[in-house]
């Protein structure tokens, strides 16, 4: 017969009087004794479980990433990819540069989806896509950092001159894919010229 025990006892006095038999009988000194030392177990496990999570966690991660970079190794990464992938430039400089680079890679392929309409345009099409998706980007880092209290000081001014560095980085790629004009006026297009 199962016998209910309580976790919130404060004292063996108190315990005694909440153990009983699941009929209402009263229940023997070595039953109420069994069901101290197994709810002291259960509290002590859970202490236990609570405090080590993060080190459960932990062991996760390390293999995770030691599964990853042995993947990575074998693909011609080198040792330890994951963590060289994480030592990145992170500075407000390294970040833009990275933004840019990605989110402007596209525009070829971008082109490709659309064959036939103005060069122009199409670039104009395109800036406003991922210029777009990088102000959404920044405001819900902002709002993200600000809920943590951690949107203060060097982070709120890096995050300034990543966003500034980032809006100078598209307007170097508009002008490097702004369609020539001839002598007339009209567009050429940069392949013909």
């Known amino acids: 017969m199962a016998t209910p025990v309580s976790l919130t006892s404060s004292n063996s006095t108190n315990a005694a009087t909440q153990v009983q ?19 002291s177990i259960v509290q002590a496990s859970l202490s236990v479980s609570i405090s080590s999570s993060n080190d459960q966690m932990s062991v996760v991660l390390k293999t995770a990433l030691t599964g990853i970079n042995e993947a990575l190794k ?28 990605l989110s402007t890679g596209f ?47 060097d982070i709120s001014s890096n995050i300034d001159k990543t966003y500034e560095l980032v809006q100078k980085g598209y307007d170097d790629f508009i002008a490097a894919h702004q369609p020539k004009t001839d002598s007339a006026g009209t567009s050429t297009d940069k392949a013909a010229a």
């Open 21 to 39: 038999a699941k009929d209402d009988k009263p229940v023997s000194v070595a039953a109420k004794a069994k069901a101290d030392l197994n709810a």
């Open 74 to 101: 074998k693909d011609g990464f080198g040792d330890d990819a994951i963590q060289n992938a994480a030592s990145q430039d992170n500075t407000p400089e390294g970040t833009a540069g990275r933004i840019v680079s």
């Open 107 to 153: 525009f070829e392929a971008y082109k490709q989806q659309h064959p036939g309409e103005d060069e122009g345009e199409l670039l104009n099409k395109f800036m406003d896509t991922i210029k777009s998706g990088m102000e959404r980007g920044f405001s819900e880092a902002r709002d993200v950092l600000k809920g943590l209290n951690a949107l203060n000081g």
